[in-house]
């Protein structure tokens, strides 16, 4: 479901998820942020495109997109989706195309968003399964834990629906219908595999980047490339905040040069809408290299000065040039991110400030800076006056001095709520809309 946000004009269903999290009227310029990700949702209406010959994409019926490639005598899946209810309406929409048996799945990697549908796509003839094998190793995050982080505040799967426009990268994550995931038949370890099926020549090319698994599809006959999540039309998510290990942005861009060189005329990511012509193909690569190449350089030289993750935040932004690319908008990961994961990947933890070596405890640290003060509320009071001035940022820290000595506090918790609440309505990347709202959200709910 699409939803736009004119300047000054909010719909009704929105001003019911608002008052929910107590959101204040702003100016029109605070909420471009908000007003470009709700637009944003046309990227996600449900449509399954033709791209080229015997190449169809499904969108907009989950969070990853599935494609169809239309063989002799059976048909090729790449990606399934996150559920077998998805997929099965998916599979409608394919059988409309061709009724063919489904001879091969192909899994980009091992993300539950492109893997957890396929026995929809499944008849009488039990298809060949082909991934990286380092897919049957990338179970690490989960057995780790995320420190309660499990991607629910990221995709926002507690606010109600009309607050949570789309996913950055597609329109939600849509649950439901049961785990289909097929375990891979066939996996390869170098950098490329080529196989032929129902008459189709494919070659798997080796390119980690979102996922140390990731490959990306390529179709040599047919000039057809399919990046999985290397590529869509959001600023990459260099770092994912629901928790996952740091991702290695210098493998990313090799895997763009990779896929850049094949000279593709079509482009059908995982995520996202379709691109065709050879020139708007590489356009769109060639740009999403330059802005994610940028954002590195610039981290690595500030870093070689001695700047630290705040100051290097502060200076990091993508050139002129590249600000207006539509493929590099923060609608799912931003630059800030990538600089801190950057700095941590690189320099690790410590920021090379010798205060920072043996800190106070957070709880420690609140107590004196509360005495400070002069006292819990004169920092409460702070904090109002903050919130009533716009200074949202600095309202929720003096909630969480407050909160660090009693996380049950009423009026910290409704101070820190509040901030949120307002930082969240006023972000373009549906990643942080999301994980603010949804903690203003369980903050109110006593959680």
Do not use: C
């Not at 047919?222 to 999540?229: N, Q």
Request: avoid cysteine.
């Amino acid at each position: 479901m699409r939803f736009v946000v004119p300047p000054h004009v909010v719909s009704t269903a929105l001003v019911s998820a608002l008052a929910l999290i107590g959101v204040e009227a702003a100016s029109a310029q605070e909420f471009a942020g908000r007003d470009k990700l709700f637009a944003h949702s046309n990227e996600f209406r449900r449509d399954v495109i033709q791209v080229t010959d015997g190449v169809y994409v499904a969108v907009g019926f989950a969070l990853a997109n599935v494609i169809l490639v239309e063989g002799d005598d059976g048909l090729l899946i790449i990606d399934t989706t996150e559920g077998m209810g998805a997929a099965r309406e998916v599979r409608a929409e394919f059988d409309r195309i061709s009724t063919k048996p489904v001879r091969a799945i192909i899994y980009t990697h091992s993300h539950p968003d492109h893997v957890r549908g396929s026995r929809a796509f499944v008849g009488d003839v039990e298809p060949e399964v082909y991934a990286h094998e380092k897919q049957l190793r990338e179970n690490l995050p989960t057995a780790v834990g995320r420190a309660g982080r499990d991607g629910g505040n990221q995709f926002g799967l507690a606010l109600p629906a009309e607050s949570r426009p789309n996913a950055g990268i597609g329109p939600s994550l849509v649950l439901g219908g049961g785990d289909g995931y097929m375990r891979p038949t066939r996996t390869f370890s170098g950098e490329s595999y080529s196989f032929e099926v129902a008459g189709v020549k494919v070659v798997l090319g080796y390119a980690p980047g979102e996922t140390d698994d990731q490959l990306f599809v390529w179709l040599p006959e047919k000039r057809t490339l399919l990046p999985g999540d290397n590529f869509y039309r959001a600023f990459p998510n260099l770092y994912a905040i629901r928790g996952v290990p740091l991702r290695r942005v210098d493998h990313w861009l090799e895997s763009l040069s990779d896929m850049i060189a094949l000279e593709p005329e079509y482009l059908v990511p995982s995520h996202t809408r379709p691109i065709m012509g050879r020139a708007a193909v590489d356009a769109a690569l060639t740009g999403y290299h330059a802005g994610v190449s940028s954002v590195l350089q610039q981290t690595l030289a500030g870093m070689n000065r001695g700047l630290r993750p705040d100051e290097l935040v502060e200076q990091v932004t993508l050139p002129p040039e590249l600000a207006d690319n539509p493929y590099l908008q923060e609608f799912y990961g931003t630059v800030a991110w990538s600089v801190r994961s950057i700095y941590t990947f690189h320099l690790g933890w410590f920021d090379g400030n010798a205060t920072s070596l043996f800190p106070l405890s957070n709880r420690d640290r609140a107590a004196r800076i509360i005495r400070l003060s002069g006292g819990e509320a004169a920092v409460l009071e702070a904090g109002r006056a903050a919130l009533a001035a716009g200074n949202f940022q600095w309202a929720a820290e003096l909630a969480d001095y407050v909160l660090a000595g009693d996380n049950d506090h009423a009026e910290g918790r409704e101070l820190k709520a509040s901030a949120l609440a307002e930082l969240g309505e006023r972000q373009i990347s549906a990643n942080a809309r999301n994980y603010y709202l949804s903690m203003a959200q369980a903050l109110r709910q006593g959680r």
